[in-house]
Each structure stands twice: as C-alpha cells, then as structure tokens.
C-alpha cells in the first residue's frame, strides 16, 4: 500500500507490532459508513462518476455482509481496518475500488472512523443511564418511609429516608447522561475533508458527508482535525466520573451487605462464596466494579499522556488511542448493566435500618433546633444538645430515654413535646425544604425527575440497551 516508494518489505517484526487491524477491526461498520458518504459526496462534486461510485457502494455493502456473518479474511500485513476493507473492496469493485481514497488520507479517515465510534458509544452509555437511573428513581419510590442514618464522616448524622438516598444516585446519574450528551456534540464533528493534514486539491464538500452522517457541523482547520484527539479524552473522563458514581454505590453495598449493618440482602445471582467457609455471602461483584473504577481511571491518564507532547499534525502514536477506549466502553457499558440488575433486585432490610437510628444520637440536631424554636441561639443550642448526648452516652441511653427531669438539667425551656421533636419519623417528616429528606419534598424530586425523563427525545431509548 505504500507505493513505489520502498524497494524491500517492511519486516515481519515490525509488520506484527506496528498493526492495530487486530484491535481497530471494532470501527468496521464506521469505517464503511464515512466511506460510503465520501463516495457519494465525491460523485455529487463530479469527482467521481456515478458507476464508479455505484460499484464502490455495492462492494462496501458486501464487505459489510461478509465481515458480519464471519467470513472475512482480516490480514495483518494490511495493518489496519481501512487498509483490510479497501483491499477487499477493489477485489471486488476493480478499479473502481481504487478511486474511493480520492481526496482523503488514512489520517482524516481514522479520525472520521473514531469519532463516530465514540459517540455510537456515548449513545449507548446514554441509554444504559437511563435504564440506572429509573431503577433507582423506582426503589427511591418504594422506600420513601423507610428511614436509615445519613453519615457524614462515616459517623452517624441525621436520620434520611431511604427513597431520599437512592434519588441521590439518580441526579448523580442524570449528570452522567447530559455530560454523555455534550461529549456527544463534541465528538460529532466531521474532520473528513482535512486529508492528511493541508486539506486537498480536490473540490470537496466536508459538509456533504457531515450531514449525511448526522454530525453536528466539520472541521474548522484541518491541521486540528487530523491530530487531536480531545474528543476521546473527554469521553474517558465522562465514562471514569461514571464509574466513580458507581463505585460510591458499590462501597455502600459492600458496607451495608456486612453483617453488622445487614441494611441489604444482596441477589444471589449477583453475590459469591468462599471455598472454605461456607456461611459466606460476598459482595464480589460490587468490589470487582469498585476495582475497575481503577482501571477506568488508568485508561484517561494513558490516553492524556499520550497526547500532551506531540507536535502538530498526525503522529502515529495515536494508534495507541483506540485500546484504552474500548477497555473503557466494555467497562462502563458491562458496570452500567450489572448495577441496573443490583439496584433493581437488592433487597433492603428496613427493620435493621431503623434500630441502627437508635445508635449514635442521630436526633440530636433536633434537640439543638427546638431550642432554637423557643428562643435560645443557635450555638447555644448546640452546646445544650451536645451536653445531652454526653450526659446519656454516660448513661447507656438514647435522647429519647432519658426522663423530662433529666432533659431540663439542661434547659428549663424543654417540656413534654421535645419527645415528638425526638422521634425519627417526625425528624424526617419536618425537612421539607426543597430536595430535602421529608416525604412532601421527595415526591416533588421525583416528579421533576419524570418531567426530565419525559422531556428526553426517544424516552425508551434507554430501556433497549438493558
């Protein structure tokens, strides 16, 4: 493919490590679809003439036929996807074949090729996203009177309700998808025309072939369209901040799935044994997701490192883009899945989440605020409550449990009604400040969250990847 130019071949040795096909043979179907709209756009610009291109078509339309039902012969001394399928093609076509490469490079072609392959991907992690974020926005539903301790610090804080953590995880979520979205914009940008890095003598139309691939607008230079790939950088950064909002809820699963929390029975299809202790059920799933978050990262840092020293335009280097982003797309794609199937089959132990309401003083703030109500400066409050809680940790009590007498020790202000300020469910029922934990405050997260879900174009595209 190189021409007249070399008189020997190049060696063996090189030819196996300098070759992607192995690895870059996934953007086939990317790699005959900007063809395709560069044929016709080279037709439509009299470039090409119509059988030319017409034969061109059908031979792409069988290359396609045969890389799908697994009959192709994918060759390593071609070295790549586009080589393999041009090779073919002209088989096929003739000389026709030999025309499609009129007025591009391999350098614009790859280019074109992968950013329409990351954002088939950002798509896909879209709808996995929705599918995530109506799972949990469905338990949130079902678990709105179910109390648990929100923790700050790992320590116990305040009593939430359990519908009021979950829909956490499902605005964390719908940031994921709209990020996705604005990659998407990012990465849809056609560098086809650009060539190998001065544009071309030809009379293109970049634009043409833009359209028809439904991006959103082409290159402005073509030296930057050839040799930057931030579009691939800002996609692994979207899939790692994905990951990191998973591996936050894999951390709970593995925390509450312990024994002496035992918040949640985890599904068994979802969970593992030991090979010698036989009362062990391991969240292993969980903890494999919380390991490849790791991985994910690690495949952002390679694709930055990789960039940040070369000089402008095309560098062969950026072969070593396309491994970490597979890796990344498996792995969020996979992680998306699974925890889909977590969220919507774990069950939660409700009565073991209130008792854990009764250890560490979670009702505390409540003291230090009905103070406030009758008067007493906030930091006064504070420092009343928290001389409580001292007095009934001595004790081996509870707020709740110590006596009026000894509750008034500490301010003369409090009487008989500080026992429904104490109790939980009140505690929670009174936040009804908005995004709150109170119940009035999280049917209206939910119903902004289903007016979000409803404004979305294709609302069930999500539900098609699950």
Request: aromatic share 8%; glycine share 8%.
């Amino acid at each position: 493919m190189w021409g007249g130019r070399f008189s020997r071949d190049t060696a063996p040795l090189a030819e196996e490590y300098t070759e992607s096909v192995s690895f870059d043979r996934r953007l086939y179907l990317q790699d005959i679809r900007g063809s395709k709209a560069h044929a016709r756009m080279l037709a439509r610009q009299g470039i090409l003439d119509n059988e030319d291109v017409e034969k061109i078509l059908e031979g792409l339309d069988r290359v396609q036929e045969e890389i799908e039902a697994g009959n192709f012969q994918w060759s390593t001394e071609l070295e790549d996807v586009h080589m393999n399928i041009e090779s073919r093609l002209t088989r096929l076509a003739g000389e026709a074949g030999q025309k499609l490469h009129t007025g591009r490079s391999r350098n614009d072609q790859i280019a074109l090729d992968f950013r329409l392959f990351v954002g088939d991907c950002l798509k896909r992690w879209q709808g996995l996203l929705l599918s995530l974020i109506k799972a949990f926005r469905d338990r949130a539903e079902e678990n709105i009177s179910v109390l648990l301790p929100g923790y700050t610090h790992m320590q116990p804080a305040q009593p939430v309700s359990l519908g009021h953590h979950l829909l956490a995880y499902s605005q964390m979520l719908r940031r994921d998808y709209e990020r996705a979205s604005q990659c998407r914009k990012r990465t849809m940008v056609s560098p086809l025309g650009a060539a190998a890095l001065a544009g071309t003598t030809y009379d293109v139309d970049p634009h043409s072939p833009a359209r028809e691939l439904g991006m959103h607008g082409c290159f402005k230079n073509s030296m930057d369209a050839v040799s930057d790939r931030d579009f691939v950088m800002e996609s692994l950064f979207v899939g790692a901040v994905i990951m990191s909002h998973l591996s936050r809820f894999c951390e709970e699963i593995i925390i509450w799935s312990n024994p002496g929390f035992a918040f949640v029975d985890l599904p068994d299809d979802l969970s593992t044994g030991s090979s010698i202790m036989p009362q062990k059920k391991n969240p292993d799933v969980a903890e494999i997701m919380r390991g490849k978050t790791a991985r994910v990262y690690g495949n952002q840092m390679t694709l930055m490192t990789l960039m940040k020293s070369l000089p402008l335009a095309y560098n062969r280097d950026m072969q070593e883009d396309k491994e970490p982003f597979l890796d990344t797309d498996k792995t969020v794609g996979d992680s998306l899945r699974i925890m889909t199937r977590m969220v919507r089959d774990i069950g939660f132990n409700s009565e073991n989440m209130e008792k854990a309401l009764r250890r560490g003083f979670l009702n505390a703030t409540e003291l230090a605020d009905y103070l406030t109500e009758k008067g007493v400066p906030f930091r006064e409050g504070h420092r009343i409550a928290g001389e409580a809680v001292a007095f009934a940790e001595s004790m081996g009590k509870c707020l709740e449990d110590l006596s009026l007498q000894d509750l008034q020790t500490f301010s003369p202000l409090i009487e008989e009604d500080v026992y429904k300020v104490l109790d939980y469910h009140q505690a929670v029922s009174r936040r009804e400040s908005p995004g709150g934990t109170g119940p009035k405050a999280l049917f209206a997260q939910i119903a902004e969250l289903d007016e979000w879900l409803g404004s979305l174009p294709g609302r069930s595209e999500g539900d098609d990847f699950f």
